[in-house]
């Protein structure tokens, strides 16, 4: 961890997914930015808190392996995360019958306070020959507006099963973008309750809800009908 080192993004592209050769493996990468409404100050300190959030229900334990200061106040971390892993069933006949439902994400992070810079460099330690997902997280002020965070994104997906790599590709990046958007989501759960806010909610969480408050509503009033015809029926 001394020498920890962050990797070189392969393309500048605001939004992209290509296909690249790295190290002799076919690659898929993806890269996109997003926006926090948040200062750069909150938003790093609710990177440290984003653990739990109703959106992060896959992550199951976060530790802290290695933390220093460098002689240039930089902040250098290494996390261990355990989140759970579930591959489609297509996959499972070509999966061992004792894999595990879970995973392990190594997390190295670079936090400059002098430059309102944070780094991130995750991937996977767990089933890496059957799929490794690199991401590079880069989290800087906004340039058009100081008091808002950007957040640039990347990715590489890559895999080593032959005859499927393309498929097990695919269904990473669907996965990861996914997750991204469940990450955003966390994050802004855990700025607005840093503020003091109620957490918003989505319209489709929203309409979710009602669904079930429906369904549940129809659902007491199929028992009392069915009761009240059970009742007629004797008397």
Known sequence: MQNMQ???????CPLCVVCCWRTGTMVKYFCCAGLLRSSWDQVCI??????PNPYSNHVLTEDIIFREVTPTNCL????????????????EPYLPKQMASSA???EDSIVDPQKKTMTTLTWNISHARLMCVEER??????????????IRREAWISSNIYGLS???????????KTSVTKTMKGFEYVLSKMQGETPS?????????RARET?????????DLASQAQKKQYV
């Open 104 to 106: 392990y994400i190594i």
């Open 201 to 209: 909610r989505s319209l489709a969480e929203t309409a979710t809800e």
């Open 76 to 91: 250098k971390s290494r996390r261990l995360l355990t989140k759970t892993s579930r591959a489609p069933r297509w996959m």
């Open 166 to 176: 393309r498929a097990i590709q695919e269904f990473g990046l669907a996965r990861f």
């Open 137 to 150: 997280c880069e989290y800087q002020i906004n340039r058009d507006n100081g008091s808002w965070t950007e």
């Open 215 to 223: 369904a549940l509503a129809a659902k007491e009033k199929a028992k």
């Open 6 to 12: 962050l990797c070189t993004p392969l393309s500048r």
């Open 46 to 51: 609710a990177f440290w808190q984003r653990y």
